[in-house]
């Protein structure tokens, strides 16, 4: 079946430093892969997300780029802020004929910024 | 409007309470979703409707009992909840249930506590 490996957390930089955040998969054809946020006491917000191969989404200075070669969806941001700190969930819904949306989540990583 | 909004925002009930979850998205997306989170843990899936039809249920006790009155609302009915039920649970829409590119938009969620 479908998974998504995050590496392990927490993680905890110091303001501006540079963020990657290691996400892959294992999916059958060509899924669709996003990267989730949950600050604190708040929902899930999509963050950014990619449709194939190669695409690369972006958002709110964070990027990340389809490889399917190496199945992996990494998150980065070059300057993190303090208000960046929060949960980051790595996903992915199934591309395949008559597959459903159903999200397939990472275990997130908790990601603390310090002034 | 891309919100989906969620009400109560905190709800404490006993084990022999009866209550309600509400969810209203206006984004004219035809799949709703109910999920229940954990500390630290990702979101789980709970119940799915498509096209205000019961799709998806994934083994959730029957003392949840999920309602879509209309394309816009849907309800999480609580009845006879126990301890372990405590959890944030967060409503989510997209665009459709089957087919590709339909990212989930997600609630602020509703933090219940069962005393």
């Known amino acids: 079946g479908d998974s998504v490996t995050q590496m392990e957390g927490p993680v905890t930089l110091s303001e501006e430093a540079f963020l990657t955040i290691n996400c892959t998969y294992t999916?059958?054809?060509?899924?669709?892969l996003f990267w989730y946020v949950q600050y604190p006491g708040e929902g899930l917000q999509l963050l950014l997300k990619?449709?194939?191969?190669?695409d690369k989404g972006s958002n709110k200075g964070f990027e990340a780029t389809y490889r399917k070669e190496t199945t992996s969806f990494h998150l980065e941001k070059g300057s993190v802020q303090v208000s960046d700190s929060a949960v980051y969930f790595c996903?992915?819904?199934?591309?395949?004929?008559?597959?459903?949306?159903?999200?397939?989540f990472g275990k997130g990583i908790t990601l603390s910024v310090r002034p | 409007d891309t919100e989906v909004t969620q009400t109560p925002k905190h709800l404490v009930m006993g084990m022999t309470n009866k209550k309600s979850l509400k969810c209203e998205q206006h984004?004219?997306?035809?799949?709703m979703y109910w999920y229940k989170q954990k500390a630290k843990k990702p979101p789980e899936l709970m119940f799915v409707?498509?096209?205000?039809?019961?799709?998806i249920n994934e083994s959730v006790p029957s003392r949840f009992s999920p309602e879509c009155p209309n394309s816009s609302l849907l309800n999480l009915h609580l009845h006879a909840l126990q301890p372990e039920d405590s959890a944030l649970y967060l409503c989510?829409?997209?665009?459709?249930?089957?087919?590709?590119?339909?990212?989930?938009?997600f609630g602020p969620g509703t933090r219940l506590t069962v005393l």
């Open positions: 989510a829409s997209s665009r459709d249930y089957r087919g590709p590119y339909n990212e989930q938009f």
């Open positions: 999916a059958t054809g060509y899924p669709s």
């Open positions: 996903a992915l819904s199934p591309f395949r004929n008559g597959a459903n949306s159903k999200l397939t």
């Open positions: 409707y498509s096209y205000e039809k019961l799709s």
């Open positions: 990619a449709t194939k191969a190669d």
């Open positions: 984004m004219g997306h035809r799949a």
